[in-house]
């Protein structure tokens, strides 16, 4: 016989999971992260939360299987990505969101399976480098 659950007590029980969960969570199984929590299996990550076998990674908050990405959120199999969101399996993604499969992106939106693209439009490989480049110094000083 099927357990009877009222609609009262499932948002009472709902709640009370949701106010635990922002609670500081301990690693599990990290090696040399600081300053995280919630982390599972990671190693040599900072200042994140929430991350599942990510490497090197500094300020990202629910992230999986990634390496080497900075201040993004909700990556997964990412390489090297900076200000990035909700991306999947992309490598060298800056300020972009909704990518997937993506090498090379800047400021890019919604895009799967291209290279060299800056917001949303194409470039040759020499002059996508030169113009991140620039954008990049100019963003960061």
């Given at each position: 016989?099927?357990?009877?659950?009222?609609?009262?007590?499932?948002?009472?029980?709902?709640?009370?999971?949701?106010?635990?969960?922002?609670?500081?969570?301990?690693?599990?199984?990290?090696?040399?992260?600081?300053?995280?929590?919630?982390?599972?299996?990671?190693?040599?990550?900072?200042?994140?939360?929430?991350?599942?076998?990510?490497?090197?990674?500094?300020?990202?908050?629910?992230?999986?299987?990634?390496?080497?990405?900075?201040?993004s959120?909700?990556l997964?199999?990412?390489?090297?990505?900076?200000a990035?969101?909700?991306?999947?399996?992309c490598?060298?993604?800056?300020?972009?969101?909704?990518?997937?499969?993506?090498?090379?992106?800047?400021?890019?939106?919604?895009?799967?399976?291209?290279?060299?693209?800056?917001?949303?439009?194409?470039?040759?490989?020499?002059?996508?480098?030169?113009?991140?480049?620039?954008?990049?110094?100019?963003?960061?000083?």
């Amino acid at each position: 016989m099927a357990k009877v659950i009222t609609a009262a007590h499932f948002r009472s029980r709902l709640r009370a999971l949701l106010e635990t969960s922002t609670a500081t969570i301990e690693n599990s199984g990290c090696i040399q992260c600081t300053h995280c929590n919630g982390c599972s299996r990671c190693t040599f990550c900072r200042e994140s939360s929430s991350l599942v076998r990510c490497h090197y990674c500094v300020g990202c908050v629910r992230c999986s299987d990634c390496t080497h990405c900075r201040e993004s959120e909700s990556l997964t199999n990412c390489k090297h990505s900076e200000a990035c969101t909700d991306c999947s399996n992309c490598a060298y993604v800056f300020h972009s969101t909704r990518l997937t499969g993506c090498t090379y992106c800047f400021g890019c939106v919604g895009l799967s399976g291209v290279d060299f693209y800056i917001l949303n439009e194409p470039h040759p490989r020499a002059e996508y480098f030169e113009l991140t480049r620039k954008l990049l110094e100019e963003m960061r000083s």
